[in-house]
């Protein structure tokens, strides 16, 4: 009463492609339900200070500094 089974050939490329596929579908299926993008107006973009230009020595880097001294 035992059936015999095949063995399973699966390889490593169609697991990839099975895998794109998936990731496709799930990012389609995100972006869908969340809809577009808001976009910013240009005078709000320009209004907002730009934090990340240069370096600035902030108190937690000074702490940092502090125990390289020792």
């Known amino acids: ?3 015999k089974t ?3 050939k699966s390889s490593r490329r169609q697991f990839l492609k ?5 990731g496709g579908a799930a990012t389609l ?3 869908a339900k969340g809809g577009a993008a808001e976009v910013q107006s240009t005078d709000e ?3 907002a200070p730009d934090k990340s230009k240069g370096y600035h020595v902030t108190p937690h880097i000074r702490a940092y500094y502090e125990t390289l001294r020792d």
């Not at 099975?18 to 998936?22: L, R």
């Open 1 to 3: 009463m035992s059936k």
């Open 29 to 31: 299926a995100v972006v």
């Open 45 to 47: 973009v320009a209004a």
């Open 6 to 8: 095949k063995p399973v």
């Open 18 to 22: 099975g895998a794109a596929v998936i």
